[in-house]
Nanobody, 115 residues
Framework: QVQLVESGGGLVQAGGSLRLSCAAS????????MGWYRQGSGNQRELVAV???????NYADSVKGRFTISRDNAKNTVFLQMNSLKPEDTRVYYC?????????WGQGTQVTVSS
């Protein structure tokens, strides 16, 4: 069984920064793809950024140049550094990990950006 625990969300003013963390435990390996998604009320969950075990990254156009995804394989942890935050970044942020044919999700952490 795989568990993901997110932390680091909160309230920040526009232009500010937050760093999200997601620690994975269970039957996982450092090669697993991990990612961050976000979801607003009534909206579909959308990709924010993903990172492979080798460190290859991919970002949504809306966050390129502002957000950075990284990982610490030794600690099975993925991070999302969010800079220059905008009110439209207000969402619940979820991390996930792909293990074989299964995708596991964290419980989500709220990010609120005030104008």
């Amino acid at each position: 069984q795989v568990q993901l625990v997110e932390s680091g969300g909160g309230l920040v003013q526009a232009g500010g920064s937050l760093r999200l963390s997601c620690a994975a435990s269970g039957s996982i390996f450092s090669k697993n793809v991990m990612g961050w998604y976000r979801q607003g009320s009534g909206n579909q969950r959308e990709l924010v950024a993903v990172i492979t075990g080798g460190g290859t990254t991919n970002y949504a156009d809306s966050v390129k140049g502002r957000f950075t995804i990284s990982r610490d394989n030794a600690k099975n942890t993925v991070f999302l550094q969010m800079n220059s935050l905008k009110p439209e970044d207000t969402r619940v942020y979820y991390c996930n990990i792909v293990v074989g044919s299964n995708v596991y999700w964290g419980q989500g952490t709220q990010v609120t950006v005030s104008s």
